[in-house]
């Protein structure tokens, strides 16, 4: 990000004379909307019931953070790859197939389960599956989304899905506690699996416009086309100035995120009930924030508006370090997610409109991995530090990187981004 580098005052193309239709008129955005919806409700009961069905079979701590690794995993290991397909085949065809095998990885897991023969490396295994064929639907859904809606639309539409993604964080992990301790396990997985049968309905209703093909006698090669990707994001410099200061802030952000319930409940000695309240407060702050977000994109555009996110976060960062209280932390988490929330919204949003569409999948699952990269090194950096030196200095390390980045932001043309 070189400060000497000027970009223009850049923004979407001109309009056309007419508005463009209501949003909630576009019959093709619904059923995704829908769809999304079921599916990530259904999503967040299997990430509570899940970790809890692998802790009745082993009682082993290790095993249940080995899961949520491996759920983790997809991002990096395939991101790139799923841009290329979602790119090279039909968008609607690769969400489909991605819902499919969503269907039947989980209705295995079931099976198992009801015959009582399900083990841990069938977990893992399976549910590695589950999660590379969700996030290469993400990444198609992410890519359609131009497609439906003209590019005003598109913050509108981001924030839409944002917030009620934001909801459903915070009411699923109640819904399922309260569907393991009532039912069982397999009631459980079953509401999951008939979302995920909704999710195809809606999918399948649909239509959704093709891109341009590519020539049919063009020999594929897998690495030639990531590298076009990987072209695309480095020459595009609207897009790889938030990319590159993403990855910055993951890793600030990590430091913090992988102690921050181990100092409320072990130093602060937070209940139970009031780490969920903090919690809540947390994803209050998203939804306050996918609210707010369309009024300030066009007060202040988008790319003040991304850079002012940034120096909010530094603001979460610093009540966490003089936090004495669990609801001080709850307050630095509203700070924080209300910010993280807008400054992803005008990122994905960036990332739709200065990108060829015929490119998106592939820039998508780019700089969605190499976002993502510096988060294991930050979780493992913070898990040793709290072991021997005082929990809030990482804080304030992190209020400290975030406030560098806020610096070379302020200073960058990315600023006149509107």
Known sequence: ?????????????????????????????????????????????????????????????????????????????????????????????VMSISVLLRLFTLAGIMFLLYANRLELWHLYVLGFVLSAAGYTFGNSHHSVLPLLLDKKQLTAANAQLTFVDTLIMMVGPGVAGVLIA??????????????????????????????????????????????????????????LTPTLAVLFNNFSASLTSGVLMFFAVDVLHATDQQVGLMIGMGAAGGMVGSVCIPWLRKRYGRGRLYVGCVLTEVLGFLLLVFAYAWWVIGF???????????????????????????????????????????????????????????????????????????????????????
């Open 1 to 93: 990000m070189d400060k000497n580098t000027r970009l223009p005052r850049v923004g979407p193309k001109a309009a056309p004379s007419t508005a463009p239709a209501s949003l909630w008129s576009n019959r093709n955005f619904l059923y995704l909307w829908t769809g999304t919806i079921l599916s990530n409700f259904g999503y967040q009961i299997y990430l509570v019931a899940l970790p809890l069905l692998i802790y009745d079979m082993t009682r082993s701590a290790l095993t249940m953070s080995m899961m949520r690794a491996i759920d983790f995993f997809p991002n990096i290991m395939i991101g790139m790859v799923a841009g290329v397909i979602v790119d090279r085949f039909s968008r609607k065809r």
């Open 182 to 239: 009532a039912f069982s396990y397999e009631v459980s997985f079953g509401i999951f699996l008939a979302c995920i049968v909704l999710l195809w309905i809606c999918v399948s209703l649909t239509r959704i416009p093709e891109t341009a093909s590519r020539a049919t006698g063009a020999k594929f090669s897998v690495w030639k086309e990531m590298k076009e990707g990987i072209d695309a994001l480095l020459d595009n410099k609207v897009l």
């Open 332 to 418: 630095g988490l509203f700070i924080r997610t209300f910010a993280i929330t807008m400054s992803n919204v005008v990122y994905f949003t960036i990332r739709q409109e200065f990108t060829p569409n015929h490119l998106l999948g592939r820039v998508a699952g780019t700089s969605s991995m190499l976002m993502k990269l510096a988060l294991p090194l930050g979780l493992f950096i913070s898990g040793i530090w709290a072991e021997y030196l005082p929990i809030p200095l990482l804080f304030l390390m992190s209020a400290v990187l975030t406030f560098m980045m806020f610096l070379i932001l302020r200073k960058h043309s990315f600023v006149n981004v509107q």
